[in-house]
């Protein structure tokens, strides 16, 4: 019993001893779903706009978006601007990393959306054409719920490797939570503060998968 | 009084020419029927008259409202956005594949249009949508999710949303053709009684019994072109053109 307790006041020392770094990991997620889920319908837009610059414009930002890494996205956000325009870089690394982390994953979001969108059979703009229905009516309440269903697996995968990713923002945030354990694990040499990481981690998307769960099973009402 | 009046009517897909020269006109009261071969343009025909299509050339008039108006060059042109917009409260279209909207229920697929379009106020829309869904004798599916009813059921809760809008005339296009044998029959009791309130209605159709008991008119149309219209008591039981003739030959053997 008192070894039990004994290794939850453990983590619960680890846990505090990251918590800046917990805050700032929760902090990009939520920033990063927020603005990027809005940001990647319009990129899905651009990318299936009738006109073909436009198009390939958006081709390209998503393919160079999915083609690098976002570690290296989150460096040269942060340095661009010092060695493009001599603008020395923000003291707070937390905003150009987020903003990195936007338009990253606003494309995968993106090609998701715009797989969607696509699925969706032409008799139903048909229907609400002929009904007089406007098109950006027709989009809004009939079109996107179809969508929305469609894509939540999809969008569940993502929303877990974000979780995971933002343990990529230690390239420039000491104070982000996988860093954090990594430093208490070199000076108390010890593996557990990783091992509470993970754990983490691990309930972090637990949770994840369960609220995303939840919304694909309350969208199951019709097939 | 002429309800549609459509004047030689061309539409081609790139080389293919699949509408030539089409004229016909639509009596208010009265039932037209569509018959041809799969190809010879009916569906196309329809898809234009509800803007569903371009057609690249000829007339059509609702009434007095003019969709589409010749140029005198040979090409025509569609009238500005505002008339369209009210062309398009002249019709209903039901379709093939019924395409209700899978994520609403029976009662939303009927009130969506008339509360957005119209500007129905809500419990007027619900009163109307009710009173349809009675007519096709579907009241206790209101609550129901397209999924959940029968082929013969989806259609008729399209029909009912296309009455919804209080249409002047409804198209249907092909509107058994994506059900069971067995079930076809509940969609044509329904048109059967439109008709008998004597709803306009343009039918294209594969039933040559329903289009010979129903219509006032019927369009025998192939390769583009109308090949022989006129009374169903003419057309279907005495085709005058070799075309018809093999068409329905080849429809009452199978």
């Not at chain 1, 929760?26 to 920033?31: E, K, R, S, T």
């Not at chain 1, 054409?129 to 996107?144: A, D, E, M, Y």
């Amino acid at each position: 019993m008192e070894q039990v307790l004994g290794v939850f006041t453990y983590i619960g020392s680890m846990l505090s001893q990251m918590s800046e770094g917990i805050v700032n990991s929760l902090l990009i997620f939520a920033m990063t779903l927020l603005f990027s889920l809005p940001l990647g319908l319009l990129v899905a837009f651009g990318r299936m706009s009738r006109f073909k610059t436009v198009s390939l414009l958006f081709k390209f930002y998503i393919s160079v978006m999915r083609g690098t890494p976002l570690m290296l996205q989150i460096i040269l956000i942060y340095f661009g601007p010092y060695y493009l325009f001599r603008i020395s870089p923000a003291q707070d690394a937390l905003i150009p990393i987020i903003i990195a982390f936007v338009l990253n994953y606003a494309a995968y979001f993106a090609e998701i959306y715009r797989g969607g969108i696509e699925s969706i059979v032409k008799g139903q703009y048909e229907a609400a054409n002929v009904l007089g229905l406007s098109k950006p009516h027709t989009f809004i309440r009939i079109i996107l719920p179809q969508v929305i269903k469609r894509i939540l697996p999809a969008v569940t995968n993502e929303v877990i490797t974000l979780v995971k990713d933002t343990s990529l923002a230690q390239i420039l945030l000491h104070e982000e939570m996988f860093n954090l354990a990594n430093v208490i694990a070199a000076r108390e040499c010890t593996i557990a503060p990783l091992l509470v990481a993970g754990l983490f981690y691990y309930l972090f998307n637990l949770l994840v998968a369960f609220v995303m769960g939840r919304i694909e099973k309350k969208l199951n009402y019709y097939q | 009084m002429n309800l549609l009046e459509v004047r030689h009517l061309q539409k081609a897909f790139g080389d293919n020419a699949v509408l030539r020269d089409i004229s016909f006109e639509v009596h208010q009261g009265s039932v037209v029927a569509i018959i041809g071969p799969s190809g010879s343009g009916k569906s196309t025909l329809l898809r234009c008259m509800t803007m569903l299509e371009t057609a690249d050339s000829g007339e059509i008039d609702y009434g007095k409202l003019r969709m589409l108006r010749p140029l005198g060059n040979g090409r025509s042109a569609y009238a500005d956005k505002a008339t369209l917009k009210e062309i398009k409260k002249q019709f209903g279209l039901v379709f093939q594949n019924f395409n209700l909207f899978p994520h609403m229920s029976v009662l939303s697929n009927l009130i969506e249009a008339p509360v957005h379009v119209l500007g129905i106020k809500k419990d007027e829309a619900i009163a109307y949508a009710r009173e349809l869904l009675e007519k096709v004798g579907l009241s206790d599916k209101e609550a129901a999710y397209p999924c959940e009813l029968s082929g013969g059921q989806q259609q008729r809760v399209a029909i009912a949303r296309a009455l919804a809008m209080k249409p002047n005339i409804l198209f249907f296009d092909e509107p058994t053709s994506a059900l069971d044998p067995e079930l076809t029959g509940e969609i044509l009791k329904v048109i059967r009684a439109l008709a008998e309130e004597n709803m306009t209605m343009v039918i294209v159709t594969h039933e040559m019994k329903f289009a010979h008991d129903v219509s006032d008119h019927v369009i025998f149309m192939d390769g583009g072109v109308i090949i022989e219209q006129g009374d169903p008591r003419e057309v279907i039981d005495n085709p005058q053109n070799k075309r018809t003739q093999a068409f329905l030959s080849r429809i009452t053997e199978a």
